[in-house]
């Protein structure tokens, strides 16, 4: 079955995966558990996955997302940023069987 990569808060679309690519994410990134979907991703993994040989369009996808959130609009009436959000560490993701995806 097929698997997509979104940014956890919005939902949003960051990479339809194919076997590999999901193969490579799952090997690079901890799981706490059977059930978990989610990780955690900054600059500092996505070096480690590239420079270990990971899917380059995965590694690609997951920089595009970064880049993505340091570079999205904030609403003036949120509240101020955390320092992780200010420094831009990182994001949430979360895979999905594609029958799970909601786009």
Do not use: C
């Not at 679309?13 to 558990?33: G, N, P």
């Not at 059977?34 to 990780?39: H, N, P």
């Not at 560490?89 to 799970?100: A, F, H, I, L």
């Amino acid at each position: 079955m097929a698997k997509t990569l979104h940014h956890k808060g919005s939902g949003k679309l960051i990479l339809r995966m194919s076997d590999k690519q999901f193969e490579d994410l799952r090997k690079f990134l901890e799981e706490e558990s059977t059930q978990d979907r989610d990780y955690y991703i900054d600059e500092t993994m996505v070096a480690h996955m590239e420079e270990n040989g990971a899917d380059l369009q995965l590694v690609k996808a997951l920089r595009h997302g970064l880049t993505d959130l340091r570079s999205a609009y904030r609403d003036p009436a949120t509240p101020e940023p955390t320092v992780s959000e200010q420094e831009g560490d990182g994001m949430d993701v979360e895979w999905r069987d594609s029958e799970d995806s909601a786009e």
